[in-house]
């Protein structure tokens, strides 16, 4: 029988949070979103007004990807880009429908975030504390 390599909580995130975003992901899907594109919905949300390089570096994204992604949710009518005039200064900011699009992905988010927390309490209030730890200290 082969020797389990040592724990490594490196590791063992990464494990978890692809599997997080799996499931995620999935749940997400029937609305038409994935992981990212809600997160760059909610940044745009969060801060009216984000420019496409804010929104690109907030994402850990390339300016080019953040414009790809604008553009499909100004086409389905979740965000209006405020741009003057090409090559001015963009002034995004999410439309009512996008509003609505992130209130119902919020309860998607909130289903899988209790059901994870019911199977794994002790977990998550360790993650919890951990995080408190880290931003506070």
Known sequence: ???????SPTITLLTVA????AAY?????PLGLTTRKYGLLGHVRGTPGISFSELARRSRI???SAHAAVRGFVAA?????GTAQPGAASTLRVTAAGTELLGRAAEVVARLDAEFAA????????LR???ARMTFS
């Open 1 to 7: 029988m082969p020797e389990r390599p040592p724990f």
């Open 18 to 21: 692809r599997v997080w975003d």
């Open 25 to 29: 992901a999935e749940a997400l899907r």
């Open 62 to 64: 390339t300016v080019q």
């Open 77 to 81: 009518g979740l965000v209006d880009d």
């Open 119 to 126: 199977r794994h309490p002790e977990l998550t209030e360790g």
């Open 129 to 131: 504390a951990e995080l």
